[in-house]
């Protein structure tokens, strides 16, 4: 199948039925290879961008995948539909007690996936070295801002020096390439994003800044305060010398630029600005057992109610085909017509 060049959700579709085999397909072609699965909704963070300071209602225990059921699922997707790349994401991933099990589990896989982590790095320095060892490869971690001031505000909690110690021991523990994911506050982000990157430069981490996206709690969102990719490049260019990463961008979700000359780069991920959808790879597990094709969808396949179900294998597998095979075309945050999921981020993964 040739992929379709994509630009807006209402490009047609195919109406023939999922493969049964093969790739992880949808019906513009694109072949999905990373699986993001959502450990727990939980978080020990109140951003602003994503949920109140008061939090959240978090999902009840017993609507949690156990251990035992995300591991089922992580083999199907691995051995039977093509998943090469595991990112474990939350809320906060480091909340699941069952961690290093799980990784381990993963890690036993054949073939071996790569596995990811994205956390806000609280408790990391604890755990970074019981990860690695268990078969985790690298981690991006969550930091908006190195000044505490600002961190604090941004979090709504003064946990900044726990973050660089879950960074530094990452570090130790081999975990890396390390990635530093930055999403720019509207008030402060102008003046974090330069000692953010020369804080990444300094410590040999690689700075990747995220473009807010309409995902938050309250469905405040607006536009018109997003720092967008252009932005974010004219503030740094006034600092450092900006080149593009002459690698080809595949199927990432940041544009890599090289800075003052290189080898060091930062990325900027322009989810709303400059949507990649076109190049999308990605499947989405949630907490509580619900494929998500994309992001920002709007509809899900329970797998949690067929595993508890007593449906074997070959059913989750074709239910997981025909969730990403109705895969839109594009996430539609420009279209006239889009509707922010109910769903906050904490509760997709990120």
């Given at each position: 199948m040739t992929v379709t060049p994509l630009g807006l959700p209402s490009v047609s579709r195919v109406s023939t039925p999922a493969p049964a085999d093969g790739p992880l397909i949808d019906t513009f072609g694109r072949i999905a290879t990373d699986l993001r699965v959502s450990l727990t909704d939980r978080c020990n963070l109140r951003c602003t961008y994503c949920m109140p300071a008061e939090g959240l209602d978090w999902m009840p225990q017993t609507q949690v995948l156990t251990s035992q059921e995300l591991i089922r699922l992580l083999r199907i997707a691995v051995t039977r539909l093509g998943i090469t790349t595991v990112r474990f994401t939350g809320g906060e991933p480091l909340l699941m007690k069952q961690l290093e099990e799980v990784v381990s589990a993963t890690a036993a896989l054949t073939p071996r996936p790569e596995m990811a982590m994205t956390t806000n790095g609280l408790g990391l320095h604890r755990r970074a070295a019981g990860l690695a060892k268990a078969g985790l490869n690298r981690v991006n971690v969550s930091?908006?801002?190195?000044?505490?001031?600002?961190?604090?505000?941004?979090?709504?909690?003064?946990?900044?020096?726990?973050?660089?110690?879950?960074?530094?021991?990452?570090?130790?523990?081999?975990?890396?390439?390390?990635?530093?994911?930055?999403?720019?506050?509207?008030?402060?982000?102008?003046?974090?994003?330069?000692?953010l990157l020369r804080f990444c430069l300094e410590h040999g981490y690689q700075l990747r800044i995220i473009e807010q996206m309409p995902l938050d709690a309250g469905h405040q969102w607006k536009r018109g305060e997003v720092l967008t990719a252009a932005e974010i490049l004219t503030i740094l260019r006034g600092h450092f010398t900006l080149a593009p990463d002459p690698r080809p961008r595949g199927s990432a979700p940041a544009e890599l630029w090289q800075v003052d000359g290189g080898p060091a780069t930062v990325g900027v991920i322009a989810s709303v600005s400059q949507a990649f959808c076109a190049a999308c790879d990605r499947s989405r597990l949630t907490a509580d057992g619900q494929v998500r094709n994309c992001l920002f969808a709007t509809s899900e396949t329970d797998l949690r109610a067929l595993l508890r179900g007593g449906a074997d294998d070959d059913a989750i597998e074709a239910a997981w085909r025909a969730a990403m095979w109705s895969k839109a075309a594009g996430h539609g945050i420009n279209d006239p017509g889009f509707v922010q999921p109910d769903r906050p981020m904490s509760a997709i993964g990120g």
């Open positions: 930091l908006d801002s190195v000044d505490a001031a600002h961190f604090a505000a941004i979090t709504r909690r003064d946990r900044l020096d726990d973050v660089l110690a879950g960074l530094a021991a990452a570090k130790a523990a081999g975990l890396g390439p390390i990635k530093v994911n930055a999403v720019l506050d509207a008030v402060t982000g102008r003046d974090d994003v330069v000692p």
